[in-house]
């Protein structure tokens, strides 16, 4: 058997195993963020919150398993005990999975890991983050753009690092080059600190896979 069969396998059973373990889950309600944030930040102190909100209330929580923000969401619904679930990638010679996570999945290739974390939550809460956390950003706009996902709940949490991003979309995707309709700028909404973020969470309904 080729080395290209074998990869495909891989790729296969990683899908398989990652929807299985999404099956198990309940009211997931998935985190992203930069990896890079310290735990004096002003943005990892919400997202401990937003994970502590989250876990008070029956929702497992969700983030990529890694260091920064996905920690701080990670701790706040560990201190709470809640469901703390970690969607992590493998990597050479580094452990990328934060000692907040009670539940976790590693995954080989990236593009199947950024699926399995797309799946199936019913909310998405962005802090602030590089070229990933905007990468992941716009994958879930554009599939409740093209109704390959329901509209569910996307929330960007901090009016000063996200508000140039909307003006810059409304300038110029919007107006300045028509590449999107402005019921396109609704599809997110910005606030500024985790009890905003929950409030507009709390009353999501669960999702089924897309």
Not at 31 to 41: H, P
Not at 87 to 110: A, C, D, H, W
Not at 180 to 194: G, P
């Amino acid at each position: 058997m080729s080395d290209i069969t074998w990869r495909i396998f891989r790729i296969m059973a990683e899908f398989v195993e990652g929807f299985q373990f999404l099956s198990q889950l309940e009211k997931e309600v998935t985190i992203f963020g930069s990896a890079r944030t310290s735990s004096d930040d002003r943005w990892y102190r919400e997202a401990q919150k937003l994970g502590k909100l989250l876990a008070e209330n029956g929702f497992t929580t969700v983030t990529g398993g890694g260091p920064g923000i996905m920690e701080a969401t990670n701790r706040g619904a560990y201190e709470a005990k809640g469901q703390s679930v970690g969607i992590n990638i493998q990597l050479p010679m580094e452990q990328r999975i934060n000692p907040y996570v009670t539940k976790s999945r590693g995954f080989y290739y990236f593009f199947t890991r950024k699926v399995i974390l797309a799946a199936s939550a019913q909310a998405y809460v962005y802090f602030p983050g590089g070229f990933g956390t905007m990468d992941e950003l716009f994958e879930i706009l554009t599939l409740i753009q093209t109704k390959k996902s329901e509209h569910i709940p996307v929330v960007l949490v901090g009016r000063e690092y996200w508000e140039g991003l909307k003006e810059w979309i409304v300038k110029a995707m919007l107006h300045t080059h028509a590449t999107i309709h402005a019921e396109d700028v609704e599809l997110f909404q910005i606030v500024d600190s985790a009890s905003e973020a929950f409030e507009l969470i709390k009353d999501s309904r669960e999702r089924t896979f897309f």
